[in-house]
């Protein structure tokens, strides 16, 4: 017979139930508190000196990070099939791919080489 | 084929186990794939949201600092921990679903649904404080305030958690409050004066992008505000933000219905090791759910927080 | 007859159970799980749709016979011609091919029971008949003007017309399409049957999961899109209406962002189908299977690129329409790459021109000049002058019209045996596909031309100059019309006293071909076990050619 070639025949069931057990359930809650409270100071500094809007970029920042640790323990992305792997973080490229290419439009308006 | 043999008769039937599928393992891994994908639907969704945002403030940014300055950043902080909390707590009923623990699952549901309720009754708040105060973008939804009534000198100060900069009374001689249609109303505009003024004064800065000097000015290049048409634009805040705080909160609604079936079965004791899925695929929905308010809360809350201290 | 596996006699003609016999009851067809009897109904309510679409058409046809707008009203004309639109695309061009056959393919394809999410996907009817059933209470209130685009800030502000009851109609339709996209990927994924290898895999499967992804990632973008104007509508605050603010072409790119990669849904199925067709008329093996298949998945990916090319002229960026026209022509490749295959497939083939291949054969030449006009229009200067003109129309309608319905008809042909276990009269399904095959040219070449010298899109009258074009088209349509309206009789007709259809009746390799016809409620007697390549019509296939031959011989005696 032809190999094995459907996937279901690999499940994560090897992988311990636990995950990463209540100590490490209550590690993340304590890096999405710290975060959370982070973003709230940070988001009271003036940061522009940097440059203009770097205060947005330091809370997506922290908020990016809030999400992969959400998602990688909570949501059990750390252990699941690539292919859920693929589908969370396909969704975010395909995200992108709005924001750029349609920025790429909102950027390059009015004066310059490509102006009207 | 020898792990799992297509035929109905040689198969022990667990319980669960839909007809179209060969086993348990088949069974959750097209579950949570579907769930998945469902997910990434989902992160479209809110997406497509997230562009509007991104291109109307990229257009009007002073005009979203000052209205997301108006919002309650103290309420919406405490809003995104008490959806954490409630993300704990999924977190936890999954993992007791797994070891089969009845008692700690229902428990647990139950504080998971106490939290979510929680977190819509503050937006429900501060819906009744933009409601108040004249701050929800379609005309007719806020409260009418007629010249001669009470609350016209407190805008709405009624209400615990006033945010300082909408209360009457921290800038003495404001006019009273008066909105006797309902209309959307606005009256802050030291921030956007002060850019103004600034970059009146200092032509080649970048106070003001070259879209703002254009439509927050009387006539184009005059920079001289104009402000009706700056309350347009953060009535355009006020709208985004309704938009995207209400799809969220039906979300956590939707949530709180799912919750509700999870309690009632885990209740009969539906959920064991071998069997957990339904519990798992509603935690991924309502982590998701976290997740949206994760960027929802610095994007809409705290967007313009760095300009407080210039003390406008 | 004691023939072991693909062909078992008596399985026609006596009351073997099968998926149309098991159970007669409204309630075992309203509440059924079955995904064959799930398309079934898709069938038919795609179907209604699409007549409803086409008296439409005919009604524009009509009017634009003669230079002055003497049928219609000018905002008659408008509504006519945008329930045109709504009811085609989203009501029947997006769910014909995936819901219809798809549905009722895919899991026999890859050997599975069923797709794997079955309640899924009976939810998704009930979706689509709920947003047809909005839509189409808002038709009969008055209908909606705004064109299919509902570009704004007409759509918000200015038009009086149902905008509001049919963006949600159409909001709502949309999560059929995704629950659709859904199942089909999982099922792709985790319902193949032992020995179905991602690269034994139809190329019809092929497409279908290539626009599931479209689906999934896209069509939401719409659904909220579709929201927020229906919000602006009501609350009159303006993200995209100018006046208050706001920025109209934000709605473009929003909207663009998900209708072109559609128009790839309404493409993408029937290249599936067609290669179906191809390498199975011609009996040999798809030429560069594996670029076929990458093609499908290029094109769903790219597909998001380019959605710009509907905005040249919109105000947009001159730097963003030069990428987007530069993207546009690299997207064309993938396509290209599937109509070289095709040709080199057909190459030394032994080819029989039965009424599906046909029809495989017409989407060839059809979408040749479909996509050869899109390429012209995604050039930046060209698109200029051709924009908003006949010219487009002409394009979409090749590609549209030419490519996916040829195909779905090529399709409903191909498996109409398997489906329903008659046979249609092949006499008429030639005359049919051959009416339509002229008809379609006579209709919309002229359009190019017209639309060329400059006729615009849109307007119920014209300069008297382009009127011997217009007549060219109308009587186009006409012939057309008749064509698309015989298989309607011949379908019906045969169900009723069609000859029984044996279970191989082109005698084919794949997997629909080796269950009985119509196949039992769970698609196979024995679960399948794949050992052969896909499009193996030699003797490692293990298919039974001599007693299949047997079989259709005792049917037809
Ligand atoms: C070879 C690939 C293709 C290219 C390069 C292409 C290019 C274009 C361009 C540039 C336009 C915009 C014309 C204008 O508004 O000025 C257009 C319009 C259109 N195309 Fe294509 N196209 C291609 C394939 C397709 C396919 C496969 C379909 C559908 C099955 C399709 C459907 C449409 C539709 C519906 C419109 C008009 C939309 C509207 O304004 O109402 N195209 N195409
Ligand atoms: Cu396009």
């Known amino acids: 017979m032809a190999e094995q070639t459907t996937e279901h025949h690999n499940p994560h069931i090897e992988v311990p139930n636990e995950h990463i057990g209540i100590p490490g359930y209550l590690g993340v809650f304590a890096v999405l508190v710290v975060g959370t409270i982070l973003t709230y100071y940070v988001a009271l500094m003036d940061l522009d000196w940097i440059f203009p809007g770097a205060n947005t970029l330091v809370a997506l920042g922290i908020a990016f990070t809030k999400m992969t640790v959400v998602g990688l323990f909570f949501m059990h992305v750390r252990w699941s099939p690539r292919l859920v792997w693929m589908s969370a973080v396909g969704a975010f490229f395909w995200l992108t791919i709005m924001f750029a290419y349609t920025m790429q439009d909102y950027l390059t308006r009015g004066t310059g080489f490509f102006g009207h | 084929m020898s792990a799992h043999s297509h035929s109905d008769k040689f198969v022990y039937h667990e319980p669960g186990l839909q007809h179209q599928f060969d086993d348990m393992g088949q069974q959750e891994e097209s579950v949570s794939l579907g769930m998945w994908l469902f997910l990434a639907q989902e992160i479209m969704f809110f997406g497509g949201l997230f562009t509007a945002y991104l291109v109307m403030r990229s257009k009007y940014p002073l005009a979203f600092a000052s209205g997301s ?108 409050y008066v909105n006797p249609h309902g209309e959307f109303q606005w009256r802050e505009y030291e921030l956007v004066q002060h850019m103004m003024d600034k970059q009146r004064a200092e032509p080649n800065g970048h106070y003001l992008t070259l879209n703002e000097q254009l439509t927050y000015s009387t006539s184009p290049g005059s920079l001289v505000l104009d402000k009706d048409k700056f309350r347009d634009k953060v009535r355009i805040f006020f709208y985004i933000y309704f938009v995207m705080t209400g799809l969220h909160a039906l979300h956590m609604i939707i949530g709180l219905g799912i919750m509700t079936w999870l309690l009632w079965m885990a209740f009969k004791g539906t959920f064991n090791a071998e069997y957990f899925s339904p519990v798992e695929m509603s935690g991924l929905y309502w982590h998701f759910v976290d997740i949206v308010w994760i960027f929802l809360f610095p994007l809409l809350y705290l967007l313009g927080r760095h300009y407080e201290h210039l003390g406008l | ?382 698109d200029v002058h051709l924009t908003d003109t006949y010219f487009v129309i002409g394009h979409f309608h090749y590609v549209m019209v030419g490519g996916q319905v040829i195909a779905y008809l090529g399709g409903l042909h191909y498996w109409w045996p398997k489906m329903t276990g008659k046979m249609y009269s092949e006499f008429w399904g030639r005359v049919a596909a051959m009416l339509i095959f002229v008809g379609f040219n006579l209709t919309f070449f002229p359009q190019l031309i017209l639309g060329y010298l400059g006729m615009p899109r849109r307007y119920a009258a014209y300069p008297p100059e382009f009127q011997v074009l217009n007549i060219f088209s109308t009587a186009g349509a006409s012939v057309l019309g008749v064509g698309l309206t015989m298989p309607l009789f011949y379908f019906l007709h045969s169900l009723v006293k069609g000859k029984p259809a044996p279970d191989n009746p082109w005698l084919l390799p794949g997997l629909e071909w080796r269950t009985s016809s119509p196949p039992p409620t769970e698609n196979f007697d024995t679960p399948p076990v794949v050992t052969w390549e896909i499009y193996d019509f030699g003797d490692e296939s293990g298919l039974d050619l001599e007693a299949a031959k047997r079989e259709a011989a005792t049917i037809n005696a």
């Open chain 2, 69 to 176: 300055n108006h919002l309650d950043a103290f309420l919406g902080g405490a809003n995104t921990l008490v959806l954490i909390v409630s993300s704990l707590t999924m977190a936890l009923t999954v993992y007791y679903a797994q070891k089969g623990n009845r008692n700690m699952q229902v428990g647990l549901i139950v504080l998971t649904m106490l939290f979510g309720l929680t977190f819509l009754g503050i937006k429900a708040y501060e819906y009744t404080d933009k409601y108040n105060h004249g701050l929800v973008p379609m005309a007719g939804l806020n409260r009418r305030v007629k010249a001669d009534s009470p609350a016209s000198e407190h805008v709405g100060l009624v209400l615990p958690g006033e945010t300082a900069v909408s209360a009457s009374e921290a800038k003495p001689g404001a006019e009273p």
């Open chain 3, 1 to 382: 007859m004691e023939t072991v596996g693909a062909i078992e006699a008596g399985s026609y003609g006596t009351a073997k159970l099968n998926y149309l016999n098991n159970g007669s009851t409204l309630k075992s067809w309203l509440l059924t799980k079955d995904h064959k009897r799930i398309a079934i109904m898709y069938l038919i309510s795609v179907s209604a749709f699409f007549l409803m679409g086409g008296l439409y058409a005919a009604a524009i046809r009509l009017e634009l016979l003669t230079p002055a707008s003497d049928l219609f009203e000018t905002g008659t004309y408008n509504k006519v011609f945008t329930q045109h639109g709504i009811l085609m695309v989203f009501f029947f061009l997006i769910p014909s091919i995936p819901a219809v056959l798809g549905n009722f393919l895919i899991p026999i394809m890859i050997g599975a029971k069923d797709l794997a999410l079955p309640r899924i996907n009976l939810l998704s009817l009930y979706i689509y008949w709920i947003g047809g059933a909005i839509t189409l209470w808002a038709l009969m209130q008055g209908g909606v003007d705004t064109g299919w685009t509902f570009y704004t800030p007409y759509s918000t502000t200015f038009s009086n017309t149902y905008v509001l009851a049919v963006g949600v109609g159409i909001f709502i339709n949309g999560f059929s399409s995704i629950l659709t996209g859904v199942n089909f990927l999982v099922t792709i994924h985790t319902m193949r049957a032992p020995g179905m290898t991602w690269f034994r895999l139809p190329l019809f499967v092929w497409s279908h999961y290539a626009v599931s992804l479209i689906f999934v990632l896209g069509t939401p973008v719409v659904a909220i899109t579709l929201l927020l104007v229906a919000i602006e509508r009501v609350a009159h605050v303006g993200i995209f209406d100018p006046a208050l603010g706001g920025d109209p072409i934000l709605f473009q790119h929003m909207f663009w962002f998900y209708s072109h990669p559609a128009v790839y849904i309404m493409v993408l199925p029937g290249m599936g189908i067609v290669s179906e067709l191809l390498a199975n008329f011609a009996r040999k093996r798809i030429f560069g299977y594996e670029f076929v298949a990458f093609s499908s998945i290029g094109i769903a990916v790219f597909g998001f690129l380019v959605w710009g090319h509907h905005m040249f002229v919109s105000g947009q960026s001159m730097y963003a329409s030069l990428v987007f026209s530069f993207l546009t022509m690299v997207v064309a490749i993938p396509s290209a790459i599937k109509m070289f295959n095709w040709t080199a497939t057909l190459y030394q083939g032994s080819i029989s021109f039965d009424t599906p291949m046909l029809y495989g054969l017409a989407f060839m030449g059809l979408f040749l000049i479909g996509g050869f006009t899109g390429l012209y229009l995604g050039a930046l200067g060209l």
